[in-house]
């Protein structure tokens, strides 16, 4: 912004106020901007424009999460979850329309890749949130005693990566989605709010920890190398032992001081007692939590959800060997919104292309 503004023969101060008025106050009229000067505006509406994603549906869950369809072009469209609790407000965001890594029990994964999303694709979803959820008295406030005045009103507390699409494969978008969702002049969210999801691109992680460390969470499902190829294939790229070193790597550098697995649960595939013994083994004297997901079916996957008393089970041997392990509450069931279920039947599936190509091209 600050280079654009200076194209403009602006001084770099104003590229603040931009940011304060589009990502503060949610203002999208360039005339509305008082406190730039008349010609800077006229030049600005001549030259720039907020440009929002079209919204293709919008649904409400019995529980109060809410998710939206936007559309991103040519047939594709990206799924974005909002998530009230008592204390927080959480925006679940894409990073890419679709997914290349094709994991067998994730559906975005099932559809085959896209495109990646720009930064301005990605920082829209969270613009839209904010700004929409503004207006809505049902919303939960954000409780932060430290914001300024600017920020009383915010809604969303919390961002995750947890929407269609792998953040790493789309970095330096992420990157600097990354960096305005942080900055004061924008949405000034804390590190330790914002998370990156990843299924273990392993150089990024490293890439990530001195660019902009923010909250880490990994997709493991899996307690070996035999299991997690069948089940999340960019493993065969990067199997467990580099996958941990690099978790084991990014935790002096993380704003919470453990690293956050991901282990989806799936009947008589990875929820037997020897895996849970299996994962104590594996994670033994990293920091971390484990958070069991129970798996949201679909038809294509062929896989089942394990039975609550499994997961129970699984926890319980977990947390015998003094391991952090909790079993995420499922939310918005009724309008599918739940993790892995970010798919629109509007999403083109003739763009589907093989994980195998793809990644390579990427990393
Ligand atoms: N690509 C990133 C982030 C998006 S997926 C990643 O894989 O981490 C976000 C989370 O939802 C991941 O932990 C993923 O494994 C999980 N998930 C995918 N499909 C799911 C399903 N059908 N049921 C439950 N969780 C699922
Ligand atoms: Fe992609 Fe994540 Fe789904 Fe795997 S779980 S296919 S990495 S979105």
Redesign the pocket.
Known sequence: MAAYVAGLQEKPFRAQQLLQWVHQRGITDIAQMSDLAKTFRRVLADHAGVITLPVIQDQKASDGTRKWLLDVGAGNAIEMVYIPEDDRGTL?I???AG?A?N?R?????HQGFARNLTSGEIISQLWFAEHHLRNDPTAVRRLDTEADAEHVNRVISNV??????????NYDAVLTALRLMLDDHAYGLSRRRVT?????VVPMIDRLAQDCPVAL?????APNDALRNDL?PLNLKYPLKELIAACDRYLPFAPRDFITF????LDGVNDQDGHAQELIQLLRGLKCKL?L??????PE?G?K?SSPERVKRFAAILQDAQMVATV?KTRGDDIAA?????AGDVIDRTSRVKWVDKVDKQV
């Open positions: 679940c894409s990073s890419q997914c890594v994991c029990f994730c559906s975005t994964g995750v990566f947890m929407g269609m699409g792998e953040p790493f494969l990156v999801s990843t299924s273990g969470a990994v997709s493991l499902h999340v991901e282990y989806c649960m958070n997901i129970p798996f949201n079916p679909f996957s896989l959800r995420r739940a993790c892995g279920q970010l």
